[in-house]
């Protein structure tokens, strides 16, 4: 679903603080820092809507395809003429 070296390379690409992502996904600061660090193991429930806020920002995760997943940053809309 969501691993921690997803979450912070996802957070990475967009420039975030571990406090810009708990705001963003409504959870609180010490749940994502715990995530990340592996100490602690994350509900499903706040695994979604942290994935989900990292995808309202325009970030795609890439499930394991053999090369181990990943996370990359969709391309902007193109502009109509």
Excluded: S, Y
């Excluded at 705001?23 to 809507?49: C, K, N, P, Q, S």
């Amino acid at each position: 679903m969501l691993t921690p070296a997803q979450c912070r390379a996802a957070r990475g690409l967009l420039n975030w603080t571990q406090q810009e992502l708990a705001d963003a996904a409504h959870v609180g600061v010490v749940t994502i820092r715990l995530f990340e660090r592996g100490t602690a193991e994350a509900r499903r429930a706040t695994l979604a809507v942290v994935r989900q806020a990292f995808e309202l920002a325009g970030v795609d995760f890439i499930d394991e395809n053999g090369g181990g997943p990943g996370v990359r940053l969709r391309k902007p809309p193109r502009k109509r003429p």
